[in-house]
């Protein structure tokens, strides 16, 4: 059978991965609520389309940060990609690069940064952080990313807590055997906890610290995470220079809205006028995952 | 079992039909969404019963485009009847004569349209057209239809680019076998290729090239893909002689809205003003089908 | 198992019955969707309970066309209970009497009408009255019914053709086995055709023949099968006694609106104020029955 | 398998209890609507998280009439706990204790209450009240209750006749098994009734009678089972100290609304400024439990 959809890549994959890692790519937090949520929230968008107009040549070029892409499109943070293909982020790097469009590079990613940035060299990427509770590793960690060359910094802020994946702990997954910690900047000492504690986030990261982090930097720093219009209010008030509409694919705090419901419209109004463009922020992981990182609006 | 609803003639024909060619009639585009939206917003419609009414005698007999038929029912566009039965289009053709409504013939009818034609002379006909990228072809094709007697010329707007149907790619349909090319006045060489590759449609057509057109026929020109407002104040502007409104049974632009739906009653009430005759454009392709073309306005 | 809700005796009913029977009685016109909604909308029912209230008495009683029931509950006129029960509407007619509430009688019964009245003597009885298109065998009927003590004449509006039951087409039914034809007026003569030609009635009858049926007899008139506010209106201006809001169980006229939606509220709204007395009239063939003819209001 | 969601003791519990006890605590009343829109309503609720806040540290004290606890969570009343547990609610005393949480004990407690309270001493607990005819039984409770430390008094409202519990009623539930009638005041004698007339509920106590239980007892006094804006209305003006808003797990009447639908809303804006604290009143039951008594408003 030819794979024609993502439905089908889906039941390629659930075929031949392992149940623990199956349940890792395709759970969500809690109930799932919000991850099937998402599902439903993307298969009820409609198109208007307008007919009679000429598309024989057809444009979908943006610029995103101050750097071209060919049509608004990224691929969204995804940790662990060796999990589910043995080349990893290197696979995805090099398909984002053919693709012309923006690879937002995972903290989790289990290849190491200086691997993908070599097997793609030129393609555009940014770097994906949890805040570390040591502010020193985080300070070393931009640092390398900014002089690996990737070009926007994201922070994401809704993990002051891991979600309550209730497969992870019924399967008792360890990521850290696939994890390079060494890119962390972290030690091994410590982390042989299972997966859902397996790397520690600073649980008291304050908008008052975003100063820190754009001291550090000179990278634009893009907040991941953001689902209510006070906190978007917020990110324009501290002259972030995007955010990323999102409920982490509904794998992090369950029961909150997905893309077009709850008054998350009312924060994307706002954010159109505030940051100029608007565009998809998508993966491969699962369909759910589309959804997860809907809309992004960066400052242009 | 008696076939008593349109429901038997689907199970009855999933049953008789190769895959290839049931996947072919009943597949929508892409994940199906709109061609399922179809047969819930159908199932929707309510009707408001009035009593104590003489209905010992009832007449549905309208005129359209000038023409008188027995109820505001036509047969809709569609292709390659042959796939369902070896009569193919001139059964349809003698059905829709011996109903008294009209047939709108395909352009991709699998029976030549001279045949279509002599196996029910006096039936009421317009004829569809895809419009090819060789203006010539066209010319050709209108004139023909014309001293065929068909009454009037629809030209499909919402393809192009052809609808992508996961069923046809997985089953890898080639259609030209039973499509009769020398009715389109395309020579069959350059088409080997695959079913969605078929036949070339001119992308590039504009609302400017309509005057082009009605230069070259007398016979009333309807659009057929209709679904925004803006488009159908526009088919108003340019002197078109009625719409269909239709989302091409869901076998097309996958996503846009089913009859009813998400502003589609804006576009009624529009051209209910303007278009003054309301009438159901139906085919027996399926369920889907009878909402496929729910509702045509034609200019009396 | 003991029999403690309806969807028990339905369960019950299904296994004892014949497949005609079980689908003349449970099915519903064409697809079904209105018997579907009807059993949708009475779950949408909910009450507002007020508590801390003296409810160790309760008085239910109520009068109805000047005669009282125990409580506003009455039984729906439905035809041929002797498909399901030996004694058939002589059993109805004696659990009526004996919970002390109004028995609306078919003209369909097939027990006659002495049975039925002799059977129960002193219980409330109503008659139900499809109208023939010959109007003397009207008026000995209703005359017939009169003198043998049924108190209000119901006549069903909403039947100027019998509804489309697919059921009943594939299974062939044939009910002129169990209808007792003399109590119609009716020779058997003219009468073998199947089930949904089984009775003539008049597609002719309009709101100015009401003041024919009106000079024949002094029993209230009421009419049943009501679904719009312009009829509610009408029923008004030409002096019945009630109305009956009732989509015929969506067995009559598919894709009509089930009670509580599509304006059936406005129904309810203006006959509140026109006729005083809002009630249940139900039935015991299924859960649909009960919503069919959910809000009878009668002029007191 | 890990237990580590309510569904998965659910699951746990199903596989272990006897079908006349898990439909006992599964089961809601007739058609179990109300018990599923419970369900349904509580998944519904959404969460709008606000992030970049310090959560290193979570304080989620509050102060419920006069006494703190951890969480604004409480053990909502709920009978036979036997049924499931062998030392039934001493284990679920002694729960709440080390948990810091309110323990509202039922009337139809299945272990005696002295024996629990002297299973965890110190622990903060309510007693819940259905009122008996006996006026004299229901003091001498409301005294015992208040000498053995209990800090309020519920008195249930929602259950002047006790539900329609079908599947009680196919089970032939009889539960004075594990009733400890001494605990009641009641002597044996004439409660040989299946469980559903297991104990006398006087179904004519009314809003004027508060104004006894309050010349009874220095506990503040809380109605259980308030749904609608009126009664909330008449709580403020008799001067209870709280309601808690429930329909009692679906349990009691059906076709009740659920928390957040259906003008409970309403009931809780008047209530959360008459009343100043809102609170989560939750038990172990089921899911359904869960929603049972969402959310409680208690006096300062």
Request: proline share 4%; charged share 25%.
């Amino acid at each position: 059978m030819p794979l024609v959809c993502l439905t089908d890549f889906q039941d390629h994959a659930r075929e031949r991965l392992s149940k623990s890692t199956w349940d890792f790519i395709e759970g969500g937090a809690d109930a799932c609520l919000t991850r099937d949520d998402n599902v439903a929230a993307f298969k009820k968008i409609r198109l208007r389309p307008r007919y009679l107009k000429d598309v024989s040549k057809v444009d979908t070029r943006i610029t995103i940060q101050g750097e071209e892409i060919s049509a608004p499109i990224c691929i969204a943070p995804m940790g662990f990609h060796c999990l589910a293909w043995p080349d990893g982020e290197m696979s995805t790097a090099r398909a984002a690069r053919a693709a012309g469009i923006c690879y937002v590079t995972s903290m989790y990613a289990s290849c190491s940064l200086e691997d993908i940035v070599g097997t793609a060299p030129g393609g555009l990427r940014w770097f994906q952080l949890y805040v570390h509770p040591n502010r020193q590793l985080n300070k070393q960690l931009i640092q390398k990313v900014e002089s690996l060359g990737f070009k926007a910094l994201v922070i994401t802020v809704d993990v002051p807590k891991i979600g309550n994946r209730r497969h992870n702990m019924a399967n008792q997954v360890d990521l850290q055997k696939t994890l390079l910690l060494k890119d962390l900047g972290l030690s091994a000492k410590g982390n042989s906890m299972p997966y859902f504690q397996m790397s520690p986030i600073d649980p008291s990261i304050c908008w008052d610290d975003l100063s820190w982090f754009q001291s550090l930097t000179r990278l634009p720093i893009i907040l991941k995470g953001i689902l209510t219009k006070e906190d978007a209010e917020l990110a324009v008030k501290h002259n972030v220079h995007g955010i990323i509409v999102s409920n982490h694919g509904g794998r992090q705090l369950d029961e909150v809205p997905a893309s077009g419901e709850h008054g998350v419209e009312e924060v994307l109004n706002i954010l159109k006028n505030e940051f100029h463009t608007s565009m998809t922020l998508t993966g491969c992981r699962s369909v759910a995952e589309i959804n997860r990182d809907l809309i992004q609006f960066s400052r242009l």
